[in-house]
T-cell receptor, first 112, second 117 residues
Framework: QQQVKQSPQSLIVQKGGISIINCAYE??????FPWYQQFPGKGPALLIA?????SEKKEGRFTISFNKSAKQFSLHIMDSQPGDSATYFC???????????FGTGTRLLVSP | GAVVSQHPSWVICKSGTSVKIECRSL??????MFWYRQFPKQSLMLMAT?????????EQGVEKDKFLINHASLTLSTLTVTSAHPEDSSFYIC?????????????FGDGTRLSIL
């Protein structure tokens, strides 16, 4: 019940295209859903996060869509650029419970 | 703001030695820090939660005598891998929660690559 399932495992998108990564969870107590970007040899960096009181959050080219009833959330990267090539992790955390449960990761490659 | 620094970034040592990794919050105080382990092409696996002034809480399956954690101040937590062996080779990452919020988001360091020969 603590798992967060992430798909796809890898993704190739052409420059300028839209990258979409999906995550699903089981624990309805989760109330914080961040996305992290990780480059090789570096730690994860927070991209964008959402709480379940909204269905969508947008920051620049990055958008989180959240479907509470389906227990799913997704990351959309608009106008994908080669510099976006990295591994993306979704995560979730229940209230007052500071641990994060991470998804398995998606390796994104944006071709020039 | 919210910078977390790890040192060293890369360490190679012989089997049987102990290695200490430092995690510092540079511009904020952190009552809670986390230690993760990441194998190549895999996700982050939480090893333990470190709280300032108290004993760390280890995740199931993580040997507390093998991975010693000390959180002696509001800006520093250390992970010591004792009697390291080749199977301990991995990428170790720490994160910290700001004291003023006590909650998400976690801010991550850039990791320490540990190679045991």
């Amino acid at each position: 019940q603590q798992q967060v399932k992430q798909s796809p495992q890898s993704l190739i998108v052409q420059k300028g295209g839209i990258s979409i990564i999906n995550c699903a969870y089981e624990n309805t107590a989760f109330d914080y859903f961040p996305w992290y970007q990780q480059f090789p040899g570096k730690g994860p960096a927070l991209l964008i996060a959402i709480r379940p009181d909204v269905s969508e959050k947008k920051e620049g080219r990055f958008t989180i869509s959240f479907n509470k009833s389906a227990k799913q959330f997704s990351l959309h990267i608009m106008d994908s650029q080669p510099g976006d090539s990295a591994t993306y992790f979704c995560a979730a955390s229940p209230p007052g419970f500071q641990k994060l449960v991470f998804g398995t990761g998606t390796r994104l490659l944006v071709s020039p | 703001g919210a910078v977390v620094s790890q040192h060293p970034s890369w360490v190679i040592c012989k089997s049987g030695t102990s290695v200490k990794i430092e995690c510092r919050s540079l511009d904020f105080q952190a009552t809670t820090m986390f230690w993760y382990r990441q194998f190549p092409k895999q996700s982050l696996m939480l090893m333990a939660t470190s709280n300032e002034g108290s004993k760390a809480t280890y995740e199931q399956g993580v040997e507390k005598d093998k991975f010693l954690i000390n959180h002696a101040s509001l800006t520093l937590s250390t992970l010591t891998v004792t009697s390291a062996h080749p199977e301990d080779s991995s990428f170790y990452i720490c994160s910290a929660l700001p004291r003023e919020t006590g909650n998400q988001p976690q801010h991550f360091g850039d990791g320490t690559r540990l190679s045991i020969l």
